[in-house]
């Protein structure tokens, strides 16, 4: 299923449009953009649920509490509802992004995918709420109506009920059109080494707390924002401090490819373990030492979330974000990791990275032109270690370059103008990824060494 971003005014971005691919790259140099691109598609994916407000008048509620039955009737199409949730997600983004109010007012975020035709989908399921209630979901091939059963352990109100409402439907439309998404940020190593010590929200609502009047709303103080760093930071935070809870989960890597975990733990070294006191702790390979993770390199931090992703959290369809992977890591490393990225493809994690590295994207085009049913292509890929799941096709990849270009013409306009966008770049089944930038500041750097070396003969 096909699906495209259109941003305007997001940060430096004036306009921009992508497409996802199965592996998605932008490229570009400092303060281009590739963050605001990445930050802004995550956390419309992330917050999704809380974005769409499926239509529940009084009576509907009251027959539910009474009767345990409500019957929604979808009345919308998936794009109408998509973009009304892309309209109420352009109103937060001043908080998404932790700005000051009124910094992205003249923002606009949309998404477009392929019509889903719900008429034609059966949903068959039960959910488990935090809040004591389990909802039985039902609907047919061909019926209009979706139809959700209560079981109720505890009492429950009217405000969570619709919030878990609008959950259990959103889920049921989009759960396998829209990926679920985790993000490694470039924030990472930091929140590795002082994992400890970060807790913004519990920070901010113990501050506000202290500060309320006596009459305030205690629902209304559970539910607010306390957002003090753009959400993915404080995505990265919250996972960080949920280790011991995370690991009694196994990814669907963990269960049928533990090969990608061995290959990872020879990547970043070693492997982390994690107490049932909450310790932390990195084993570097064959040794018996066991660091805390301010004592591990920076190669042990950056790759923390992304060990305990893949052993923990993986499954098929997600897609994992990562600004910057190339962050304290080696060259070869750099290449090591961009063979894993293809092999999370080829397994169905779909990946979308930001980069500055050469080496990544060099290696991808290898991967991409080794691809091919070819004697001496073979024979290459098998001399230099390849493994045909490593391997990629140019129609999986996306790759854009951010920098300064013209932009399409607007209503009114008469001229073209330049501004901050993302460039499609090209993807060739033989040549592979073609980005400039990198291209000419090599070429750059060894005409210099060329001049340092021969110009005086």
Not at 91 to 97: H, Q, V, Y
Not at 143 to 153: G, N, Q, S
Not at 259 to 282: C, H, K, N, R
Not at 284 to 297: A, E, Y
């Amino acid at each position: 299923m096909s699906l495209t971003v259109r941003l305007k005014n997001v940060g430096v971005l004036k306009q921009a449009e992508f497409s996802l691919g199965d592996l998605t790259i932008i490229c570009g140099k400092n303060n281009t953009g590739k963050t605001y691109a990445t930050y802004a598609l995550y956390g419309f994916l992330r917050s999704l649920r809380s974005l769409i407000d499926i239509p529940i008048d009084n009576s509907q509620i009251r027959n539910l509490f009474s009767e345990k039955v409500i019957k929604i009737r979808l009345t919308q199409t998936t794009n109408q509802i998509l973009s009304k949730a892309c309209e109420a997600y352009t109103n937060r983004l001043d908080e998404f992004f932790a700005a000051s109010e009124g910094t992205f007012q003249n923002s606009e975020f949309h998404l477009f995918t392929d019509e889903i035709d719900l008429r034609q989908k059966e949903f068959n399921g039960r959910v488990e709420s935090p809040q004591g209630a389990s909802f039985i979901i039902s609907k047919r091939k061909g019926a209009e109506d979706l139809t959700l059963t209560l079981e109720i352990e505890k009492e429950i109100d009217d405000f969570t009920v619709r919030k878990i409402i609008n959950f259990v439907v959103t889920n049921a439309i989009f759960s396998d059109s829209l990926p679920a998404p985790f993000i490694s940020s470039a924030e990472r190593t930091g929140i590795a080494i002082f994992r400890k010590e970060l807790n913004f929200a519990r920070n901010r609502l113990l501050e506000e707390m202290w500060q309320a009047e006596k009459h305030l709303e205690l629902r209304e103080l559970l539910f607010k924002s306390y957002q003090s760093y753009p959400a993915p930071v404080e995505s990265n935070v919250a996972f960080a401090q949920q280790l011991e809870d995370i690991t009694k989960r196994r990814s669907f890597i963990a269960k049928e490819h533990p090969e990608v975990l061995e290959d990872f733990a020879d990547i970043v070294g070693g492997d982390y373990v994690i107490t049932q006191q909450d310790q932390l702790y990195f084993i570097p390979k064959d040794t018996r030492l066991k660091l805390t993770i301010p004592q591990s390199s920076s190669t042990v931090c950056s790759l923390l979330d992304l060990s305990f992703y893949l052993h923990h959290i993986a499954e098929e369809g997600d897609l994992l974000m990562v600004d910057g992977p190339e962050s304290s890591l080696h060259p070869e490393n750099q290449r090591r990791i961009a063979r894993l990225f293809a092999r999370l493809v080829n397994l169905g994690v779909k990946v979308f990275i930001t980069t500055h590295s050469d080496y990544i994207v060099k290696e991808l085009n290898t991967l991409i032109m080794l691809n091919h049913d070819k004697p001496h292509l073979k024979r290459i890929a098998e001399e230099n270690g390849y493994q045909k799941d490593e391997l990629i096709t140019a129609e999986q990849v996306k790759v854009y370059v951010a920098e300064k270009a013209l932009l399409p013409l607007e209503e009114g306009q008469k001229r073209r103008q330049r501004g901050d966008t993302l460039v499609p770049a090209d993807v060739h089944p033989e040549f592979g990824i073609g980005v400039p930038s990198f291209d000419s500041t090599i070429d750059e750097m060894n005409r210099i060494q060329d001049e340092i070396v021969w110009e005086e003969e």
